[in-house]
Each structure stands twice: as structure tokens, then as C-alpha cells.
T-cell receptor, first 111, second 115 residues
Framework: AQSVTQLDSHVSVSEGTPVLLRCNYSSSYSPSLFWYVQHPNKGLQLLLK??????LVKGINGFEAEFKKSETSFHLTKPSAHMSDAAEYFC?????????FGAGTTVTVRA | NAGVTQTPKFRILKIGQSMTLQCTQDMNHNYMYWYRQDPGMGLKLIYYSVGAGITDKGEVPNGYNVSRSTTEDFPLRLELAAPSQTSVYFC??????????????FGQGTRLTVV
């Protein structure tokens, strides 16, 4: 069995400050982990993925995430938020064909 | 590359009507999925398929049916539409490299309203 918990349903940051979105997972096997972003009224876009290579993964738009097996975490960070980062973010764990989504974190960015 | 294509983008149905949401992918992916997304609720899996001729129920299958006659197509059928089926529907596909999943590719979504 596998599951994903996104620890914050909503994160609010000021433009230019760091962003941290927290994700914990459980999985019986070595998982693949992903972060997706969804802008309002749009589909889901892949930000980055972890598939058992480097534990620090760099993605698009300056985002990165670190896989920590001991903490079963895959937190997403960005050093400096931009207004265009306002969106919904989903952490996803997969094993074989099964995709499990977190409930999502809504990010708002204050000018 | 077209990726995952869903049609229609928007639809309004009356209670009791039926419709089919179309989904096709051109990446030769084995795995395909249908999700629904309700405000503040994340994505819920309706049905999935691991290959042509094989489908299985997800978390919220009631009121829906699927078929997978080809690798490319995975239509979702709504019979007897109900207001509770008002939602945004996403089709997705993915594959595997050994035991690792590739990322899932998503269609642009279908916004369905049942009145």
C-alpha cells in the first residue's frame, strides 16, 4: 500500500521569499515521486521527479526537491517566490502502475 | 507531439442524460487513468487500465464505466448523469521503465456540469 500526505493545505509567501511545500509518503517498495503544479483552470504540469538517482532533484522554474528515505519525505522548495508561482501543487507517489496523489497545497504569493 | 487529448473541454448535461468523455494518447503508454477533481479535494481515481483489454475500478467508480479496446483510447462513460458528477475530469497516461514509473501525462481536463 502507498499513500501521500501533504502537510500544508495552504501556504502564503511574499514575493522574493523562499517557498517550502512539505510532502511525506509511505510505500512498500522503492517509489517514484513527483511534484505537479496546476495553475487555475489548467491541467497538471510536471515540476520534477525522483526515480532513485540523485536524492536532490532539480525541476523547472527554479524548484527543487530532496528525497529523504529516513524521513519518508519529499519536500519541494524554491529560494525566491514569483507571482507566477501562485498555483496548486500536488505530490504524487507511484509504484508499478498505481499513482497516489496528495490532497494538494495551494500557494498564494503576496506582492 | 499531441500527448494526451481529451474531448470535450466543457459540457453541460441534464440529470439522467448520458455521455462519453474521450481520451486518447499517442505515446504508446500502457497505463491510463481517469480522475475527477472537486474543489479542495485533490484528485480521485475513477478507473484505470494497465493495458488494452484490462480495466479496473479506482476509488470512486460508481456511476461510470470505461473500456480499453486499444492502447491509445480510454473513454469514460457516464450513465444517468447526476448533480454529484459535476466535476473536472482528467485523463492521464504513464509507462514504466523497469520497476520505475515514468511521469504521468495529463490531458487538459473536461469541465462537466450536471443540472
Amino acid at each position: 500500500a502507498q499513500s501521500v500526505t501533504q502537510l500544508d493545505s495552504h501556504v502564503s509567501v511574499s514575493e522574493g521569499t523562499p517557498v517550502l511545500l512539505r510532502c511525506n509518503y509511505s510505500s512498500s517498495y522503492s517509489p517514484s515521486l513527483f511534484w505537479y503544479v496546476q495553475h487555475p483552470n489548467k491541467g497538471l504540469q510536471l515540476l520534477l521527479k525522483y526515480t532513485s538517482a540523485a536524492t536532490l532533484v532539480k525541476g523547472i522554474n527554479g524548484f527543487e526537491a530532496e528525497f529523504k528515505k529516513s524521513e519518508t519525505s519529499f519536500h519541494l522548495t524554491k529560494p525566491s517566490a514569483h507571482m507566477s508561482d501562485a498555483a496548486e501543487y500536488f505530490c504524487v507517489v507511484t509504484n508499478d502502475y498505481k499513482l497516489s496523489f496528495g490532497a494538494g497545497t495551494t500557494v498564494t504569493v503576496r506582492a | 507531439n499531441a500527448g494526451v487529448t481529451q474531448t470535450p473541454k466543457f459540457r453541460i448535461l441534464k440529470i439522467g442524460q448520458s455521455m462519453t468523455l474521450q481520451c486518447t494518447q499517442d505515446m504508446n503508454h500502457n497505463y491510463m487513468y481517469w480522475y475527477r477533481q472537486d474543489p479542495g479535494m485533490g484528485l480521485k481515481l475513477i478507473y484505470y487500465s494497465v493495458g488494452a483489454g484490462i480495466t479496473d475500478k479506482g476509488e470512486v467508480p460508481n456511476g461510470y464505466n470505461v473500456s480499453r479496446s486499444t492502447t491509445e483510447d480510454f473513454p469514460l462513460r457516464l450513465e444517468l448523469a447526476a448533480p454529484s458528477q459535476t466535476s473536472v475530469y482528467f485523463c492521464a497516461s504513464s509507462s514504466a521503465e523497469g520497476r520505475q514509473n515514468t511521469e504521468a501525462f495529463f490531458g487538459q481536463g473536461t469541465r462537466l456540469t450536471v443540472v
